[in-house]
């Protein structure tokens, strides 16, 4: 029960992870400038916006006219939730506490273990990814002048929570000692195996 209650938080942590790392991806805050005291500009992945209180968004056209560490952030944000929604399936298939591949407890806990591993890999690709746009735009910010550029926003904080508990949750899928079940072959011999401490009542 042990295992299977720490594959089901590293399913849940993954699942939380997956989720927050699809909102970082659609959220405008990526990067702001601050335009005078009240207009405020913001750019994200897919759309850029402006405005005082209220805001303008405009998607982004043409994706050749993005800058270059937008267009890398998209693309390897996209590969991240695809490997995460593969990861979702085989992880699924392997835990304990579904009925997939009853009777095959090696194959289960294999598949279980690769679920983890494409976890872990999907949230050090979020991770690199976000650490590596928040490099370029602080560049940027200390090589131009700071009243006409741009910093990081809201969005690479939440990505960077999304990553870690992908890879946290991939982390407890991944445990081989987890994931291992006992056979029923150990455990009828072990209810068969004598005991050493009985003691003779012969007169």
């Known amino acids: 029960m042990a295992s299977s209650g720490i594959q089901l938080l590293g399913f849940l942590l993954s699942l939380v992870g997956v989720a927050t790392t699809v909102a970082a991806t659609l959220m405008v805050e ?12 913001y750019e994200g992945l897919w759309k850029s916006c ?9 998607s982004h056209e043409s994706l050749l006219k993005l800058p270059t560490e937008v267009q890398a952030t998209r693309a390897v944000m996209l590969l991240s939730i695809f490997l995460s929604a593969v990861a979702l ?36 690709l979020t991770l690199i990814i976000t650490s590596w746009y928040v490099k370029m735009i602080v560049q940027k910010f200390h090589s131009s002048n700071h009243l006409q550029s ?19 949750g991939g982390t407890f899928l991944s445990c081989r000692r987890c994931s291992r079940s006992e056979s029923p072959e150990s455990r009828n011999s072990n209810l ?10 012969y007169v």
């Open 30 to 41: 990526w990067k702001k400038q601050a335009q005078g005291k009240t207009h405020r500009v």
């Open 50 to 58: 402006s405005g005082n209180e209220r805001t303008t968004c405009e």
């Open 89 to 124: 399936l085989v992880a699924t298939v392997g835990m304990k506490c579904t009925r997939f591949m009853d009777g095959k407890n090696e194959s289960k806990s294999t598949t279980a273990m690769i679920g983890g591993i494409m976890f872990m890999i999907s949230g050090l």
């Open 150 to 168: 741009f910093e990081f926003g809201k969005a690479v904080f939440v990505s960077w929570v999304g990553g870690l508990l992908t890879m946290a």
């Open 192 to 201: 068969h195996l004598p005991t050493t401490n009985s003691k003779s009542n």
